[in-house]
């Protein structure tokens, strides 16, 4: 589903990404591993097409629409409560808004609807990320080390949003340090260095 | 055009509960007409003169502390990833912040216009022709505002880089509105003013097609 073939990508007059090629099967989920500052979240970036590399060629296999990627750290608008930020998320990414939906994607985290996103915890934003993500129903789906600050619950409610993806068919990328929950998210590992 | 809509309706929501922008937009609005008005004063017939271009410059200079807004939001809350993911061209992204923008403008206008009227005798008894002026004026310094400070967002210097691009590329629309509003103010028929409503109205059009066209390019991630 997710081709990267050959992509060279620099910042300034360093090469992050150096000729990498990966692909990402439909079904599939694949995490990339490897130390700080070594490309993980470029990569990311580059197969969300949010920065184009210098060389190379990214093949989504899904119309962007059907693209969702968790940063590290997810970004919301700290003024909107939890409902607001996936409200008008849902609203602005083209598809239809289902008031009882985006309650029921907040209940299944366990995340209150009214409280301002500015009085979250990091892994209160961290399960809204998963919320959002729940909500759209990605085809492909981008995670900058999705299991930092949450804890044994959030970490399940992770697992179960990538089993949910494969299960529809979809393709599941991510970029982590923790080899043992690469082990237990990715049907495959490919480190990078 | 739902979601255009959408986009500047959640921004001005965002910001009038932040209200960052806008307290210090006010406070400097006052501090500008307070100036001006020490400076010009206290003969009326002075002040009333000067009042066009009190206006104008009071939109203008309080506007440049607003134009920056639209994009500001994002990278205040680290959101711009967020919006340049939304799928579809960024077309619409360039028009929901420039509706945004003209929201604040709009508002921020109505202000100047009654606090000009009240300190600097402006009449206000053509309100509706001053109206369509004002709004002619602000489409233009919008259009311009929303690209580029939606060019300059990332950058850490943009608060500084961004009115020096506006007030270079919006002087002729200012200049048109000033020569309008005066032309009003001086009690000059609509008929007169239409010229300078052709020139706004081009520059306009120039302005928000140009921009529009071009934003998908240079914004990115």
């Known amino acids: 589903m997710l081709s990267i073939e050959d992509v060279w990508k620099r910042y300034g007059r360093e090469w992050v990404l150096k000729g990498v090629?990966?692909?990402?099967?439909?079904?599939?989920?694949?995490?990339?591993?490897?130390?700080?500052?070594?490309?993980k979240t470029t990569l990311l970036r580059v197969a969300a097409t949010l920065t184009r590399p210098q060389r190379g060629r990214v093949e989504l296999g899904v119309d962007r629409s059907e693209l969702v990627y968790l940063a590290n750290p997810p970004a919301f608008y700290r003024h909107l409560s939890?409902?607001?930020n996936l409200k008008t998320g849902t609203l602005l990414f083209g598809r239809p808004v289902d008031r009882a939906a985006v309650e029921g994607a907040l209940k299944a985290v366990g995340l209150p609807p009214d409280k301002p996103v500015a009085a979250y915890s990091s892994g209160m934003k961290k399960r809204l990320a998963l919320a959002r993500a729940r909500l759209l129903r990605p085809r492909l789906l981008l995670l900058d080390e999705p299991e930092t600050a949450l804890d044994a619950e959030g970490r399940t409610l992770l697992l179960g949003l990538i089993a949910e993806v494969k299960v529809r068919g979809g393709a599941v990328l991510l970029a982590t340090h923790d080899r043992a929950f690469a082990e237990a998210a990715a049907d495959r590992e490919v480190a990078l260095s | 055009m739902r979601r255009i809509l959408a986009l500047a309706l959640r921004d001005l929501k965002i910001e009038f509960r932040s209200r960052a922008g806008l307290l210090s937009t006010f406070f400097f609005l006052g501090?500008?007409?307070l100036i001006l008005g020490f400076a010009l004063g206290p003969e009326t017939a002075d002040l009333k003169r000067a009042a066009p271009g009190v206006l104008w410059v009071a939109l203008a200079f309080a506007g440049s502390l607003l134009a920056g807004r639209a994009w500001g939001l994002e990278v205040e809350n680290d959101t711009l990833d967020e919006l340049l993911l939304l799928p579809g061209s960024r077309e619409w992204l360039y028009w929901g912040k420039f509706l945004f923008l003209f929201g604040l403008l709009f508002l921020l206008s109505l202000i100047v216009l009654v606090l000009v009227a009240g300190m600097f005798y402006l009449p206000l008894t053509a309100f509706f022709p001053l109206l369509v002026t004002v709004v002619l004026g602000i489409v233009g310094y919008a259009a311009v505002s929303t690209f580029y400070a939606g060019l300059v967002a990332r950058l850490s210097t943009a608060q500084l880089i961004l009115p020096i691009l506006v007030f270079s590329v919006v002087v002729p629309v200012i200049l048109a509105a000033v020569k309008a509003t005066a032309a009003l103010a001086g009690g000059a028929a609509v008929a007169d003013v239409w010229p300078w409503w052709q020139l706004l109205i081009a520059f306009d059009v120039i302005y928000?097609?140009?921009s529009s066209l071009l934003f998908p390019f240079v914004v990115e991630g």
């Open chain 1, 21 to 39: 090629s990966l692909r990402v099967a439909a079904g599939e989920a694949v995490a990339l591993l490897g130390p700080n500052g070594v490309g």
């Open chain 2, 31 to 33: 501090v500008v007409l």
């Open chain 2, 208 to 210: 928000l097609t140009a």
């Open chain 1, 82 to 84: 939890g409902f607001e």
